[in-house]
Nanobody, 111 residues
Framework: QVQLVESGGGLVQPGGSLRLSCAASGIIFSINAMGWYRQAPGKQRELVATRSSGGITNYADSVKGRFTISRDNTKNTVYLQMNNLKPEDTAVYYC?????WGQGTLVTVSS
């Protein structure tokens, strides 16, 4: 049974940083593409960043230069480092590995 457990969300002031983590179990982590998505209130879920099993990354234009997706195959964990956060980054963030979604973690950017 594939399980993804996310952590790292919270309240942060504009300009601050957070690192989200998504720990996977029950999956061959290293061969799967993975990504982070987010859904703001009243909006559709959107792609934030993806990373292929070969290391190719892709970012939404709105987060380029501020967010970094990375993975640690030894820990079966994918990360999203978020710097210079803006109020418009407020959303529930979801990881996705293969075809499985995490439960989501709330990020609130507010002063």
């Amino acid at each position: 049974q594939v399980q993804l457990v996310e952590s790292g969300g919270g309240l942060v002031q504009p300009g601050g940083s957070l690192r989200l983590s998504c720990a996977a179990s029950g999956i061959i982590f290293s061969i799967n593409a993975m990504g982070w998505y987010r859904q703001a209130p009243g909006k559709q879920r959107e792609l934030v960043a993806t990373r292929s099993s070969g290391g190719i990354t892709n970012y939404a234009d709105s987060v380029k230069g501020r967010f970094t997706i990375s993975r640690d195959n030894t820990k079966n964990t994918v990360y999203l480092q978020m710097n210079n956060l803006k109020p418009e980054d407020t959303a529930v963030y979801y990881c996705k590995i293969g075809g499985t979604w995490g439960q989501g973690t709330l990020v609130t950017v507010s002063s």
